[in-house]
């Protein structure tokens, strides 16, 4: 059974920074894509940052973009995100994602309980 377990969320001030983790177990997750999302009260949840499992490559939301780094630990079955210079806009509950493509068209994904963070002064 794949599960996923963020940790690292909690209150930072603006301008802080503060680290999540995603461990995943269950399956390997080396060659696939990795990533977080965020959802605001009210809002939708929406992409924060993606890490492909091949070469690494990342994406970003243009809000975050310069503030925010994924990483990814293949031993470990974990992948990070960094979060610096938060704004309170950033306030969510963030969840850890994970894809499984079982064909050229269709994926499985796998998502964390989430890990609320607060940016507050």
């Known amino acids: 059974q794949v599960q996923l377990a963020e940790s690292g969320g909690g209150l930072v001030q603006p301008g802080g920074s503060l680290l999540l983790s995603c461990a995943a177990s269950?399956?390997?997750?080396?060659?696939?894509?990795m990533g977080w999302y965020r959802q605001a009260p009210g809002k939708q949840r929406e992409l924060v940052a993606r890490?492909?499992?091949?070469?690494?490559?990342?994406r970003y939301a243009d809000s975050v973009k310069g503030r925010f780094t994924i990483a990814r630990d293949n031993a470990k079955n974990t992948v990070y995100q960094q979060m610096n210079s938060p704004k309170p806009e950033d306030t969510a509950s963030y969840y850890c994602?994970?894809?499984?493509?079982?064909?050229?068209?269709?994926?499985?994904?796998?998502w964390g309980q989430g890990t609320k963070v607060t940016v507050s002064s």
């Open positions: 994602n994970a894809e499984r493509w079982v064909s050229i068209e269709s994926k499985v994904d796998y």
């Open positions: 890490i492909t499992g091949g070469d690494g490559s990342t």
């Open positions: 269950g399956r390997s997750f080396s060659r696939d894509p």
